[in-house]
T-cell receptor
Framework: RKEVEQDPGPFNVPEGATVAFNCTYSNSASQSFFWYRQDCRKEPKLLMS???SGNEDGRFTAQLNRASQYISLLIRDSKLSDSATYLC???????????FGRGTQLTVWP | DAGITQSPRHKVTETGTPVTLRCHQT?????MYWYRQDPGHGLRLIHY???????DKGEVSDGYSVSRSKTEDFLLTLESATSSQTSVYFCATGTDSNQPQHFGDGTRLSIL
């Protein structure tokens, strides 16, 4: 079983839509979680960290549910520029290791 | 990002040849990582380093070796390249194990 599982999508939504991605993690001891964004043929870039109480950054909201071991990312008022692959990441039990999901592809159309 | 430079950015070579990829960072980060990314597999960790001369294997380490003789440089070597090692290789660095990693621009490697 992979450490982090994500629905690969693709998600195709119109501009202005709200879209949500979920991922699950297998290590109940994981303490740190992140969402990354990766544009086509580019490197992954940190979008936001995920905190236990949930956190928001503009149109993006991240939530953590420890009981069910899942993380979510909500994007409100989608923009064309949000089209990318979103990677869910959890810290592993091994020092220094982060585990990446395979990514969820989002396309926002006009 | 985070002062990470990968070289070369693109390389085409033949099966059986040795290949070395270099990752150079200017941020004095303790942790450095090499990943490969292939369609359908996402990012997979090859090797990582938690200090000078301290390295460990990731999930796809067969056919790869690494060296870290200085904090700023992390080298990935394919001793005898195979076509299955055609991929995009990303280097990443981190300050400690609970913090996010930052990635270099990637190296596109084709083994013919």
């Amino acid at each position: 079983r992979k450490e982090v599982e994500q629905d690969p999508g693709p998600f195709n939504v119109p501009e202005g839509a709200t879209v949500a991605f979920n991922c699950t993690y297998s290590n109940s001891a994981s303490q740190s979680f992140f969402w990354y964004r990766q544009d086509c043929r580019k490197e992954p870039k940190l979008l936001m960290s995920v905190y236990s109480s949930g956190n928001e950054d503009g149109r993006f909201t991240a939530q953590l549910n420890r009981a069910s071991q899942y993380i979510s990312l909500l994007i409100r008022d989608s923009k064309l520029s949000d089209s990318a692959t979103y990677l869910c990441v959890a810290k592993g039990s091994t020092l220094g290791r982060l585990y990446f999901g395979r990514g969820t592809q989002l396309t926002v159309w006009p | 990002d985070a002062g990470i430079t990968q070289s070369p950015r693109h390389k085409v070579t033949e099966t059986g040849t040795p290949v070395t990829l270099r990752c150079h960072q200017t941020e004095n980060h303790r942790y450095m990582y090499w990943y490969r990314q292939d369609p359908g597999h996402g990012l997979r960790l090859i090797h990582y380093s938690y200090g000078v001369k301290d390295t460990d294997k990731g999930e796809v380490s067969d056919g790869y070796s690494v060296s870290r003789s200085k904090t700023e440089d992390f080298l990935l070597t394919l001793e005898s390249a195979t076509s299955s090692q055609t991929s995009v290789y990303f280097c990443a660095t981190g300050t400690d194990s609970n913090q996010p990693q930052h990635f270099g621009d990637g190296t596109r490697l084709s083994i013919l």
